[in-house]
């Protein structure tokens, strides 16, 4: 409820501030200037511990313009549209790598970074999927993408996205309403790759979701955290961070990772090639790579931190919880996203419009 | 009657003492209509009107044979013409009762109609969210009374609800007005000359009231055709409308192309409801809020 609270709160101030942060927040061409310049930088909703923000302002004299996106595809968009240069962007695996085919990106200079190697090897493995010198992207944030359900009106044990599908929960069950993200659960189910751009398995597990959309309560992204909390739904599609915190709302939720396997995911820091203020840029990212920033983000935002320095002081209690730290078994038949090419991408479009448009 | 026309004339000699005396203080106005008005339109005509190569091509309207974009616009037209018919049906009577008492109660009432107004929509269709959720507020009271829980939200009736809900003072307040204006003389001669009350309903106040009804038809249907926030809010994203389409091409596709395509098919059917409504409003009443 406080949450529901916060962002009627939110609507209100941004309605009635919206044009004065529009006029703002117009990047390089913007208003105030810190005494070394400023920079803008671009990052999914919620997804920051806000008083970091300041504190950064205020320790580097660089204002920062600070602007959200919901879905990788919006903040794609934005981005392309050219309106405003951005020197930070923070997004997740398969867009750097589609951002990086395009030549979006510049090189990360880590060798002056302060705070560098707070980011543990395990993470810049992990980044090496999609980026093999680890010379575009820093790690910020990880977690997997699993099911969320109330105990209360689930009797049975949640193991298998196929509950997803099962009559007793229509009218109950929640999916993402992110395209690569809806189509794990079917895929998975098929045993197929979450990479895929076979046409014939794409089209199957399309039909799949045509076949759960009479099920469903809605598709919805960052909502769900809501929904699950105030038990609207019985089940739902969700990020492990949301799934976090809204356990910690409503102990009667629990989340699991399906056998079938999932998404691993990562989020990164990268600089596009429109920065205006790259030295900035680097500031900012090794500024959020330090202990005090890593803390105040895990804090806030309990998603996996590849932040090792910050590990030795986290209660016991939060390093054995599955829902951040997933261990190894869990990750076992989980991959990341890899961008699919231009093609791929437009055919996983229409077949979403497809499923969306089934009733 | 004559009353009625002396007032028309008064108005339009006001205008004309006013009109062209200083043209340019609609220059703030014209610097915000050209940036903010004229200049996204011919925009929406160059994306739509062209391909990514930036050739002419009718390809993007032609998108609108896709069975997906079909059906979004069906699900808009019917959003839009039910939401309309449900408004009509509920303003009508609402509006001639209050017309026909002027007394206090009357003007609270219209000023019960207008507050909710003075509150942002959004916020009001999250208020509406909360009553019909599944736990919400409704199911609530059904649960306490031993009823059966009911699925109302995410459903089109939610976003029916919520569209009618929304504009419903769109409809009223125009037709209440229009009612207010009529003459009471002109009723008081159609009983002198013997006409019953539904004879002088029929052909006095039907007739007299049409360009509020029109005028508030306009203010419905048009921005209810093109209405996609409170498809998600509501409709829990389950039901794309052809607003909703429109964004997706522009959010989630990055095909601009398309996306201006479809709004260029949209704006063919709100230039049709306004011939169409032009045409039934020959006192060109409706026309005042355009």
Redesign the interface.
Known sequence: MKR?SL??FA??AS?IFGLAACGGSGGSGGGSRGENGSITVFNYGDYIDRDLISQFENQYGITVNYEEYV?P??M??KY?SGAIDYDVIITSDYMVEKLMSEDQLLPIDTSGMEYIDNIGDRYWEFCRAFDPENSYAVPYLWGTVGIIYNTSMVDEDVNSWSILWDEDYA??IIME?S?RDAFIAPLRLQGDSINTTDEAELRAACDRLVEQ?PL?????VDETRDSMI????ALGMIYSGDATVAIEGNPDLAYTIPREGSNVWIDCAVIPASATNVEGAQQFIDFLCSYDAAMANFEYIYYGTPNEAILDDLDEEVLADTTIFPTDEMLENCEVFRYLGSEAD?LY??LW??V??S? | MSNLFARREQSRSVERHNSPRHPWLAGPYIFWAAGFIVLPLVLVFYYGLSGPDGTFTLANLAAIAQPIFRNALGQSLLISFGTTAICLVLAYPLAYILSKNRSRSGAFIIILIVLPMWINFLLRILAVQMLIANNGIINMILGHLGLAQMRLINTRAAIFLGTAYDYFPFMVLPIYNAMCKIDHDIIEAAHDLGANALTTFRRIIVPLSLPGVISGIIMVFIPSISEFAIADILGGSRILLFGNVIEQEFNMSNDWHTGSGLSLILMVFIIISMIVMHRVDKDGEGQIIW
Do not use: H, M, P, W
Not at chain 1, 216 to 220: D, E
Not at chain 1, 230 to 233: N, P, Q, T, Y
């Open positions: 529901k962002l009627i609507l209100c309605l879905a595809e919006d794609y968009t392309t009218n109950s309403n395209v959309y469903v309560y809605a598709y919805q105030s038990g609207e739904a437009a479009t229409d419009q497809i969306k448009t009733n």
